[in-house]
Each structure stands twice: as structure tokens, then as C-alpha cells.
């Protein structure tokens, strides 16, 4: 549910501007986007490639009904189980988002952690060609070794970055390198809209912790998220055909999961294996933000405050915009 405004700002003043606001898993980001909003009277647009799923609540840590009804947030349940979701869609969507919240005078106030789509949204999309449903059953059907024996063949600098582990990813640039005959590098690297890298340039904000407090706060989100359900849920999603969407299938906590109720490994295990992907994915998220986007690093700590790193932020974006 997205709650309207009433106000629209005078023809005479700009829109409101975009903020971004991204980092790791379980970093604390969401409770800052929160407070901001708050402060800006803006409207949150979430950028996490598993919220975008109806059903899948507990294990993606979407907002709970009582800050989607205090602040308006956006690109959550869009998508069915059924649906293939991807960074061209993501753009579309949020681009629209941006458009009706600035007309009710609001500001957007992205916050996720999928840098992927940072990136597609702030410089635009690649020359990447749609998925080719045929090619993409037979990629899927073939094991990931020798997906990844052919992206080292044919596209060493994909391979040297990608996420190995990930065969959603791998089985895209693979599929791309077939439908193109060109290396995926090659076309994920022309990004066709400078303009808008341009535009949002400086407001681009990334959250870290010590990698001891990151831990701790991951392993209590996983605990929370097994207490609240995460197993129900999973076999509900698995009685919708969960399975068939190869997307939504690689979710860390569901994949787990989907094992345990395959009995492949007990309930203790499980939540200790989903603990441990998740700090891996973590240091993998941090990667990806560092190696490919701009971003202003703020610090947190087990005595930040919520209302102090907004503070930092709004003051950031004063000085950018005094100096522009």
C-alpha cells in the first residue's frame, strides 16, 4: 500500500531530488531510510531484488505494516512468484515511483542493498539483451562448473568479479556471451545514461560496521527471523510453486530452508548455515559497493544514533548543494 500526499510543490521549485541510501544486509540502513523520510517528508523506494516478491516477507526483513503506514514505501510485493524480476524492470518501476513522488512534493529515499540496481538506476542500463527463455532452461539444466569453465573462457573479467556461488548470475552472463557473441563485461560496461549518474552524483550514502558488530547483528536477525516463522513460511511459498522461480529460489534463508524441509540437513544446522551465507553475502555486498559505485562511507557503531547519522547526511547534501 502506497499512502498519497496531498501537497504538490509550487511549478516554480525543482522536485525534490533523489537520496541513496545502501550497504550490507542487516547494517542498520532501513531504520535510517525511516528517519529520513521522516525528517524530508519523503517516501521510501526499496531497492532489494527479493522484496519485490508477494509472500516473501519474513526472510527478506521487509518493513512491517506499521512503517509502510507511517512511511509510504514502494517496489515492495510487485512481483508474483511466477514473474521473472530484473534490473531493467527494477529501473522502470522506480522511475515511475520517482516521478509520482516528487509530484506530491515528496522526496525519494532509495535504500536497499542491491547494488546492481544502484547502478542500472543512477547511469542507466546496459545493451544487454533480454533473457531467451529456450537458452535459459538449457543454462539452468547445466552444472555450474562448467558454466563457469565457459564465462573463464570467454569472458575472464566477468569471471575474475562475479559471485560465483550465485547461478542466477553466472547463467545470465553466460546466456548473454551466447545470445551476443560478445563478453558481458563488455556490454554491462556502456551504461547509456550519464545524465542521470550525473545528476545524482554526491547523494549516494553507504552504511558499514566493524565486522564483529555486523556478525552480531546478522546472527540476531537470523534467530528473530526462524522465531517469527521463516520455516511456515517457506513451505506456504513451496505450495505456491516457490521452486519454479529460479530467482527467488537463491534468496539466502528460503534456499536453506527449502533443503531442511528436503530433509537434507536438521533445523539447528540449518540456522547456523543461513548465518554463515549471510555473512558471506554481506562481505560480498561490501565489495561490490566499493569496487562499483561512488559512495560517502558512514561509519556505525553500537552507540550511533539514528537521528545523528540523518543529521550527517542533510548536512552532506547542504554542503554538495551550496557548492553546485
Same mark, same amino acid.
Given at each position: 500500500?502506497?499512502?498519497?500526499?496531498?501537497?504538490? &510543490? &509550487?511549478?516554480?521549485?525543482?522536485?525534490?531530488?533523489?537520496?541513496?541510501?545502501?550497504?550490507?544486509?542487516?547494517?542498520?540502513?532501513?531504520?535510517?531510510?525511516?528517519?529520513?523520510?521522516?525528517?524530508?517528508?519523503?517516501?521510501?523506494?526499496?531497492?532489494?531484488?527479493?522484496?519485490?516478491?508477494?509472500?516473501?516477507?519474513?526472510?527478506?526483513?521487509?518493513?512491517?505494516?506499521?512503517?509502510?503506514?507511517? #512511511?509510504?514505501?514502494?517496489? +515492495?510485493?510487485?512481483? %508474483?512468484?511466477?514473474?521473472?524480476?530484473?534490473?531493467?524492470?527494477?529501473?522502470?518501476?522506480?522511475?515511475?515511483?520517482?516521478?509520482?513522488?516528487?509530484?506530491? *512534493?515528496?522526496?525519494? #529515499?532509495?535504500?536497499?542493498?542491491?547494488?546492481?540496481?544502484?547502478?542500472?538506476?543512477?547511469?542507466?542500463?546496459?545493451?544487454?539483451?533480454? @533473457?531467451?527463455?529456450?537458452?535459459?532452461?538449457?543454462?539452468?539444466?547445466?552444472?555450474?562448473?562448467? $558454466?563457469?569453465?565457459?564465462?573463464? $573462457?570467454?569472458?575472464?573479467?566477468?569471471?575474475?568479479?562475479?559471485?560465483?556461488?550465485?547461478?542466477?548470475?553466472?547463467?545470465?552472463?553466460?546466456?548473454? +556471451?551466447?545470445?551476443?557473441?560478445?563478453?558481458? @563485461?563488455?556490454?554491462? @560496461?556502456?551504461?547509456?545514461?550519464?545524465?542521470?549518474?550525473?545528476?545524482?552524483?554526491?547523494?549516494?550514502?553507504?552504511?558499514?560496521?566493524?565486522?564483529?558488530?555486523?556478525?552480531?547483528? +546478522?546472527?540476531?536477525?537470523?534467530?528473530?527471523?526462524?522465531?517469527? *516463522?521463516?520455516?511456515?513460511?517457506?513451505?506456504?511459498?513451496?505450495?505456491?510453486?516457490?521452486?519454479?522461480?529460479? @530467482?527467488?529460489?537463491?534468496?539466502?534463508?528460503?534456499?536453506?530452508?527449502? %533443503?531442511?524441509?528436503?530433509?537434507?540437513?536438521?533445523?539447528? %544446522?540449518?540456522?547456523?548455515?543461513?548465518?554463515?551465507?549471510?555473512?558471506?553475502?554481506?562481505?560480498?555486498?561490501?565489495?561490490?559497493?566499493?569496487?562499483?559505485?561512488?559512495? %560517502?562511507?558512514?561509519?556505525?557503531?553500537?552507540?550511533?544514533?539514528?537521528?545523528?547519522?540523518?543529521?550527517?547526511?542533510?548536512?552532506?547534501?547542504?554542503?554538495?548543494?551550496?557548492?553546485?
Amino acid at each position: 500500500m502506497v499512502i498519497a500526499h496531498n501537497s504538490r &510543490p &509550487p511549478s516554480s521549485l525543482p522536485p525534490p531530488r533523489p537520496i541513496f541510501l545502501a550497504g550490507p544486509t542487516a547494517v542498520g540502513k532501513s531504520e535510517i531510510a525511516l528517519a529520513l523520510a521522516s525528517r524530508v517528508g519523503g517516501e521510501i523506494i526499496s531497492v532489494d531484488s527479493m522484496q519485490v516478491y508477494r509472500g516473501m516477507d519474513i526472510g527478506t526483513a521487509k518493513p512491517t505494516p506499521a512503517e509502510r503506514a507511517s #512511511v509510504p514505501h514502494h517496489l +515492495i510485493d510487485v512481483a %508474483e512468484l511466477n514473474e521473472t524480476f530484473d534490473a531493467a524492470r527494477f529501473v522502470a518501476l522506480a522511475r515511475h515511483a520517482v516521478k509520482e513522488i516528487q509530484l506530491r *512534493g515528496a522526496t525519494p #529515499v532509495f535504500c536497499g542493498g542491491t547494488g546492481l540496481y544502484f547502478k542500472a538506476f543512477r547511469e542507466g542500463l546496459g545493451e544487454a539483451p533480454p @533473457s531467451d527463455s529456450a537458452l535459459r532452461a538449457t543454462l539452468e539444466a547445466s552444472p555450474l562448473n562448467e $558454466l563457469l569453465r565457459e564465462l573463464e $573462457l570467454h569472458d575472464p573479467a566477468t569471471f575474475d568479479t562475479i559471485d560465483r556461488r550465485n547461478p542466477r548470475r553466472v547463467i545470465r552472463a553466460v546466456e548473454v +556471451i551466447r545470445l551476443t557473441g560478445k563478453p558481458f @563485461s563488455e556490454l554491462r @560496461s556502456n551504461w547509456n545514461d550519464t545524465t542521470c549518474a550525473t545528476e545524482h552524483a554526491k547523494r549516494l550514502f553507504a552504511f558499514t560496521r566493524s565486522g564483529d558488530n555486523l556478525h552480531s547483528r +546478522i546472527n540476531a536477525r537470523v534467530d528473530a527471523m526462524f522465531n517469527r *516463522g521463516l520455516v511456515e513460511e517457506t513451505g506456504r511459498l513451496l505450495a505456491r510453486g516457490f521452486e519454479t522461480n529460479s @530467482s527467488a529460489m537463491q534468496a539466502i534463508g528460503y534456499r536453506q530452508v527449502v %533443503e531442511h524441509l528436503r530433509g537434507q540437513r536438521g533445523l539447528d %544446522e540449518t540456522i547456523q548455515l543461513v548465518k554463515t551465507r549471510t555473512r558471506q553475502f554481506a562481505k560480498r555486498q561490501m565489495t561490490w559497493f566499493r569496487r562499483k559505485l561512488e559512495v %560517502e562511507w558512514i561509519e556505525l557503531d553500537t552507540s550511533t544514533a539514528t537521528n545523528q547519522v540523518v543529521d550527517r547526511i542533510l548536512a552532506r547534501i547542504r554542503v554538495v548543494a551550496a557548492q553546485s
